[in-house]
């Protein structure tokens, strides 16, 4: 599934949060969207009906959290970029992340060990 930026955004006040109530997620996402409270309960129920968010119904005030978490979310959009702009090919996505951007010698060296792991 991919996320928009806003689900994004929404997600990771839920994540550092461990869940919220919707004034509490209206007040910390202010800032940055400038969302109304309506705004934000609009994205919250959309985010449930698609599974990314679940509604604690039973107590006062209902309690928002995310429905998967921050890695899960992390492997899917990992796997749907690879899958889609590289076709796969984990080797050419590193290859071009190593070229573009250089990584410093402990970067290197737990890169270098990660591979070696591999090889078993």
Same mark, same amino acid.
């Given at each position: 599934?991919?996320?928009?930026?806003?689900?994004?955004?929404?997600?990771?006040?839920l994540?550092?949060?461990?869940?919220?109530?919707?004034?509490?997620?209206?007040?910390?996402?202010?800032?940055? @969207?400038?969302?109304?409270?309506? @705004?934000?309960?609009?994205?919250?129920?959309?985010?449930? @009906? =698609?599974?990314?968010?679940?509604?604690?119904?039973?107590?006062?005030?209902? =309690?928002?959290?995310?429905?998967?978490?921050?890695?899960?979310?992390?492997?899917?959009?990992?796997?749907?970029?690879?899958?889609?702009?590289?076709?796969?090919?984990?080797?050419d996505?590193?290859?071009?992340?190593? =070229?573009?951007?250089?990584?410093?010698?402990?970067?290197?060296?737990?890169?270098?060990?990660?591979?070696?792991?591999?090889?078993?």
């Open positions: 599934m991919k996320l928009s930026d806003r689900e994004w955004t929404v997600l990771a006040v994540w550092d949060a461990g869940g919220a109530a919707l004034g509490e997620v209206t007040r910390a996402l202010e800032t940055e @969207t400038g969302w109304s409270r309506n @705004t934000v309960l609009t994205y919250l129920t959309r985010m449930e @009906t =698609k599974g990314l968010v679940s509604i604690d119904k039973e107590g006062y005030p209902r =309690k928002y959290r995310a429905a998967l978490s921050r890695e899960e979310c992390r492997a899917q959009a990992r796997d749907s970029f690879l899958q889609n702009v590289y076709r796969g090919a984990a080797g996505l590193i290859a071009a992340f190593l =070229k573009e951007k250089p990584i410093s010698p402990e970067e290197r060296e737990e890169l270098r060990r990660l591979l070696d792991e591999m090889e078993v």
